[in-house]
């Protein structure tokens, strides 16, 4: 309806689709002939993805019209909107929540070490790195990681049989 | 002389101790298990063959068959993925799997590249077979006139399956013993769903294993449930079960027909011998116990254990029923 | 079917079960109040541990929960001005100025009142339709159900808020993202990309985990910096008197209807529930002006209606296996996690959990009733729990859930994946709640269109023969096509405002 997004973010989104899509009907290409109904396994994915390609087609044609200047913070109330009152490090902490999140799960895969340890390091640092490492906040920290880390490693491998990489 | 060869005679034995010290420390095996054992389900938590699994796990629990605890890890999604993960999992006596007839079917139907051979067989336990099912107002009341009609009418009366699944493959087999005879496959689905479809006349046939069938048509005390509207027609095992005493098995009605699914304890290649032997040891002595005897008499299943070279030629038999079966059901 | 009730209750009052359901709905509420995390995003990590529980155990402890957030977010709506759910939206318009007014406690009893009711009239609905409606569905064939399906996913495109196509485009993903692995009707591997751990495809509670739970994270984190204003909760006017009871019975009565006339659409839940029920209150109303000052009929319409929808969408999601909003999408996961499979046959087959389900709705609305009335103080005091602290914690649960499903790290990476891509969506305005309908819906409409094919080999005519079918597809071409028409005389309006500026 109103065009609330910026322009840059709307037109990129679209395109990161079309990439999506484009591969996946390649990828039905090579799929065979149904032979239980005319259909088969390839028609669905691939009409599916040819609707979104027309319809992101849509959104930029639609973006690609507003002036660029209509986009940002005409936005009504909403989770993505308001990107005005952000803090300039909101992107930041964001950022660095993203990156150790996926370290944190790259540990795990490759079981460097057991459950409890690399959850208490992960949330030592990510929620030092979110409150600023402030000295008052640490033992507060510590003790929560701690307490997270240990029981969850406890919980999921004693009472709910969890393949987590514990000790053995 | 005397005394030397008394020396060389215990030298001997001193090395050949410490030789098999030294070799059974190597394989790590001097006591297996030595760590607990995890046995891979490659299926959702609640199927049968998830039930199957933590019966005898709790059998060897409480009765302290393995000196070791045995974990269940159930791996969803599709089942060769589980199944995947043992054949690639390191053979060291502590990684097993379950899984059944389905490992077979999906080779010969080219769904993936790999099946029993590739794996080290432990055991099989317990077994269940199935019985093709019609609507009660079909005017169908046996197996015989159900097949004359798929053969006089090839390719109309519409039988529900789980395409490429146990199900399909039963339906397969049940048309090879009428010459001419053809059903029309339609996906619908497992046990339940085809139940629904059954009962809201959209198919015409169809197969259900024994314990659904107690399950859909049956009261609680065995009697028949007047609300069902479906009724099983035959069973493909090779004994008629206790508690459907009055369905005939197609080996009597004079159709060479015996469709059952066991349930396969597997390791991956090259596990050691020790491993296989002491599991498939806890499962014979697990299969023995009450708690087991209980379980398979609620299921319905026939209390059947194989191991070594019976179990070898079980799963080759049954490969060669199912390998040409499977292949016709992927061609339609 | 009283019966059923009864043993339903017994099972449900059983020390276990009843233990379960204070505590989802405790929780339920916790959640529900606490901003940035959603009911969705409970129901989504607890699902894992169901799986040690008996069935029943599950649904109680799970609709319980569904119960307790739908209400549990009033609280912050009122208090903080920041819904604690999307479905609390309209009821920050009302409540929150009057709790500046300095009558918090009366907008928090108006809104928990009206909450309590609006769950008790859906569940009246729920008891009387489901079983009936369960019956009529076994004669549904495969095509009923596609056409059913497809005006399904029209109707939750054209709703969500947003553009059209977007929303479009949204549900088209979630389609997409759900056919990956082995296809759902002939069992042929697809999408895979020659990669094994695809053949199981992509599994619905690590999307939603990722969907729902990690980009919501990720967007309260570059939030962090904001402040809101409190005020203080008071229990004063918690309890309505007898007057205020009559005096908005009706709009209680008409704005729980409309709720669960809404949640029994399939796919659309509780936030449109209360937009609708809310703007209906506003037209009819002698003061429509009050609306958005505080006034209490805005409330009472918004909260009744959407906790009304939570009984409403379990109506065509225990009779039809169709989920009637987005955590009835999660429900219908934890019914199969337990092999059960939802659908018109449900109450034959798994009664005992049908009956389990019906009669915790029921209670939870009761122990709901309590624990909000009695703790509201000390539950809005939760939404000031630093979020430094407990987000990247909420994120250790979501990579444990998702891992614990299957055992496999494939779903947490599924997981991560998804809230980026779920990010990048929501920052692009696209709504999540079709992606999440689509997914869960694509594999059953394809495998019945395909089943349906089978069946009359290779002719769809009886789609146009089958009337409940023409039924559904015709609703369904003209959901598409009035919204479509509606959006784009829209657009020429603002084009026309916008060239006369």
């Known amino acids: 309806m109103s065009p609330s997004v910026d322009r840059r973010t709307d037109i990129g989104v679209a395109l990161g689709l079309i990439v999506i899509c484009a591969a996946i009907i390649i990828e039905t290409l090579d799929l065979p002939p149904g032979t239980f109904e005319p259909l088969g396994s390839a028609p669905v994915p691939r009409t599916t993805a040819t609707i979104i390609i027309l319809l992101c087609g849509l959104v930029i044609a639609r973006a690609a019209r507003r002036p660029a200047s209509a986009g940002g913070n005409t936005g009504e109330s909403g989770n993505a909107g308001e990107e005005g009152d952000e803090p300039a490090n909101g992107y930041g902490h964001a950022l660095v929540t993203v990156l150790l999140t996926l370290a944190y799960a790259a540990a795990i895969h490759m079981r460097l070490s057991t459950f409890a340890v690399l959850t208490t390091l992960y949330l030592v640092a990510t929620i030092g790195w979110l409150t600023g490492f402030r000295p008052r906040l640490l033992p507060a920290i510590a003790v929560t990681a701690l307490v997270v880390g240990f ?7 004693r009472i709910f049989v969890v393949d987590l990489p514990g000790l053995q | 002389m005397k005394p030397s060869m008394r020396l060389i005679r215990s030298i001997a034995t001193a090395v050949a101790g410490v030789t098999a010290l030294t070799l059974a420390h190597a394989g790590a095996l001097a006591a297996w298990p030595e760590k607990p054992v995890k046995i891979i389900v490659p299926f959702k938590a609640g199927g049968t063959s998830d039930q199957v699994s933590r019966a005898f796990q709790m059998a060897i629990q409480d009765n302290e068959l393995l000196p070791q605890p045995a974990t269940i890890v159930n791996v969803g999604g599709h089942f060769s993925i589980g199944s995947r993960q043992v054949m690639e999992a390191e053979p060291d006596g502590y990684t097993f799997l379950t899984v059944h007839i389905a490992l077979m079917g999906g080779q010969a139907g080219g769904m993936f590249d790999f099946g029993y051979r590739d794996f080290a067989p432990v055991a099989a336990t317990g077994q269940f077979c199935v019985l093709p099912m019609v609507r009660k107002d079909s005017g169908i009341d046996s197996v015989d006139q159900l097949l004359e009609k ?183 | 079917m009283i019966d059923g009730l009864l043993s339903g209750l017994a099972l449900v009052f059983q020390p276990w079960a009843f233990f379960l359901c204070v505590l989802g709905t405790v929780l339920g509420i916790t959640v529900g109040a606490i901003p940035g995390l959603t009911g969705a995003m409970l129901i989504a990590l607890t699902l894992p541990l169901t799986y040690y529980m008996a069935p029943t155990e599950a649904v109680v402890l799970l609709i319980a929960m569904y119960v307790g957030a ?151 984190i570059l939030e ?75 409330i009472v319409a918004s909260e009744a209606a959407n906790n009304a929808t939570v009984g409403g969408a379990l109506i065509p999601l225990i009779a039809m296996g169709i989920p009637g909003s987005v955590i009835d999408a999660i429900l219908i996961g934890a019914l199969m996690i337990h092999s059960i499979q939802p659908g018109p046959t449900l109450f034959l087959t798994n009664g005992d959990v049908v009956w389990a389900m019906i009669a915790a709705c029921l209670v939870a609305n009761f122990v709901m009733l309590l624990v909000m009335t009695g703790s509201v103080g000390w539950v809005a005091r939760l939404a000031t729990i ?94 598409l096509t009035w919204s479509l028409v509606s959006e784009w005389r829209q657009r020429q309006a603002t084009q026309q405002t916008g060239k006369s500026h």
């Open chain 1, 151 to 157: 029981g969850c490693q406890y919980i999921f491998t």
């Open chain 2, 150 to 332: 798929a053969a006089a009418e090839p390719d109309t009366l519409i039988f529900g399956a789980n395409l490429g699944a146990i199900n399909h493959l039963a339906g397969v087999m049940l048309q090879n013993t009428e010459p001419g005879a053809k059903f029309r496959f339609v996906q619908i689905g497992g046990g339940t769903a085809n139940f629904t479809a059954l009962t809201g006349a959209q198919t015409n046939a169809t197969v259900l294993s024994a314990a659904e069938v107690l399950n859909f048509t049956r009261m609680p005390d065995g009697s028949e449930n007047p609300e069902s509207q479906i009724k099983p027609l035959a069973y493909t095992g090779p004994e008629r079960v206790g508690k459907l005493p009055e369905i005939p098995t197609l080996k009597e009605l004079g159709r060479d027909m015996e469709f059952c699914i066991d349930s396969w304890w597997f390791a991956p290649k090259d596990t050691p011998q020790e491993a296989i032997d002491g599991m498939a040891d806890a499962l014979e002595k697990a299969s023995a116990t009450d708690a087991i005897k209980a379980f398979y008499d609620s299921k319905v299943f026939a209390p059947l254990f194989l191991r070594g070279e019976a179990l070898q030629e079980s799963l080759d038999a049954t490969w060669a029923a199912i390998e040409p079966v499977a292949i016709q059901a992927s061609q339609k």
């Open chain 3, 70 to 220: 739908v209400t549990g977010g009033l609280i912050t709506a009122t208090l903080l001005r920041m819904p604690g759910t999307p479905s609390n939206v309209m009821t920050t318009f009302d409540g929150y100025p009057m709790a500046r007014a300095g009558r918090p406690g009366r907008a928090l009893g108006l809104g928990i009142s009206a909450s309590f009711i609006g769950g008790l009239v859906s569940w009246v609905f729920l008891f009387l339709l489901a079983k009936p409606l369960s019956i009529w569905a076994t004669r549904f064939g495969p095509f009923e159900y596609f056409t059913l399906i497809l005006m399904a996913m029209v109707l939750i495109a054209s709703v969500s808020q947003g553009s059209l196509v977007k929303g479009l485009i949204a549900g088209l993903l979630g389609m997409l993202a759900s056919m990956p692995g082995v296809d759902p009707s002939a069992g042929q591997p697809r999408l895979t990309f020659d990669w094994y751990m695809l053949n199981g495809g992509l599994k619905l509670l690590p999307v939603l985990i990722g969907v729902f739970a990690v980009s919501q994270i990720i967007n309260d």
């Open chain 3, 224 to 298: 962090l910096g904001k402040r809101v204003e409190r005020i203080e909760a008071s229990s004063r006017g918690l309890l309505m008197s007898l007057r205020d009871w009559l005096r908005h019975a009706l709009n209680m009565l008409r704005s729980s209807l409309i709720g669960t006339f809404v949640g029994i659409l399939p796919g659309v839940g509780a936030s449109i529930g209360s937009v609708i029920a809310y703007t209906v209150a506003k037209n009819v109303s002698k003061t429509p002006d009050a609306f958005g000052k505080g006034s209490e009929s805005g």
């Open chain 3, 386 to 479: 630093p979020r430094q602290f407990l987000l990247p914690v909420i994120i250790v649960f979501c990579v444990v859930g998702s891992f614990g499903l299957d055992n496999t790290m494939f779903d947490v990476w599924v997981m991560l994946v998804f809230g980026l891509i779920g990010f990048a969506l929501e920052r692009a305005r696209y709504p999540l709640g079709p992606f999440v309908i689509g997914f869960v819906l694509a594999p059953l409409m394809e495998e019945k269109l395909r089943s349906g094919l089978m069946m009359t080999a290779g002719s769809i005519t009886p789609i146009f023969t089958r009337p409940v079918a023409l039924v559904f597809l015709i609703a369904a071409v003209a959901l």
